[in-house]
């Protein structure tokens, strides 16, 4: 069972552009929702992470946004830089102490210069 | 947020051998976590692996096949036993503390 479904699977956008990667969720009991960035060979680095008692949440470039009633929250990158090239996953977890995490498929993002 | 340090980074492996796994973090936890990404793949939780107690298995994984050690609040040990090629994979492990999930870089596996 599929309980996080992320979207597209590639995105290509071009430098300075708005990249917008969207994830699904169907446990209600999940309340921590993170972003990870993973370049190759690397492992997966924490982005920024979001509770359900916010709708949205901005660091830098990167804002999380968060629809409670449907369940569904999703990354956004203005202005992206070819740097930002990298596999982005969403996940979720459930708990008041932070327990395992289930993740997205994964987005390849591209950014051209 | 902890940092954690994972040995080996890579290994070729003949098919049938087994492959312990270290991962040292430099600061106490209570849960750590494995995961498996296989090539060009999402992150398949394994275990959870708490110390003083037995490994928690997903389902799909057994304790037979990928054992696991705790034994203390800074270090685990994941083995992949009796390898196939199915088994080339990226194997990492992870910690949660204050600033959430933190990852190792991972162990690349390929079996031969």
């Known amino acids: 069972q599929q309980q996080v479904k992320q979207s597209p699977q590639s995105l290509i956008v071009q430098k300075g552009g708005i990249s917008i990667i969207n994830c699904a969720y169907e446990n209600t009991a999940f309340d921590y929702f993170p972003w990870y960035q993973q370049f190759p060979g690397k492992g997966p680095a924490l982005l920024i992470a979001?509770?359900?008692?916010?709708s949205e949440k901005k660091e830098g470039r990167f804002t999380i946004s968060f629809n409670k009633s449907a369940k569904q929250f999703s990354l956004h990158i203005m202005d992206s830089q070819p740097g930002d090239s990298a596999t982005y996953f969403c996940a979720a977890s459930k708990g008041t102490s932070y327990g395992k995490l289930t993740f997205g498929q994964g987005t390849i993002l591209t950014v051209h210069p | 947020s902890a940092v954690i340090s994972q040995k080996p980074s890579r290994d070729i492996c003949q098919r049938g051998t087994s492959l312990t796994i270290q991962c040292q973090v430099d600061?106490?936890?209570?849960?750590m976590f494995w995961y498996r990404q296989q090539p060009g793949q999402s992150l398949t939780l394994i275990a959870t692996?708490?110390?003083?107690?037995?490994?928690?298995?997903e389902s799909g994984f057994v304790i037979d096949k990928f054992p696991i050690s705790r034994p203390n609040l800074t270090f685990s040990t994941l083995t992949v036993s009796n390898m196939s090629p199915e088994d080339s994979s990226i194997y990492l492990c992870?910690?949660?503390?204050?600033?959430?999930?933190?990852f190792g870089s991972g162990t690349r596996l390929t079996v031969v």
């Open positions: 692996a708490n110390q003083g107690s037995e490994a928690t298995y």
């Open positions: 600061s106490q936890v209570t849960m």
């Open positions: 992870s910690v949660a503390g204050e600033g959430g999930y933190t």
């Open positions: 979001i509770r359900p008692d916010v």
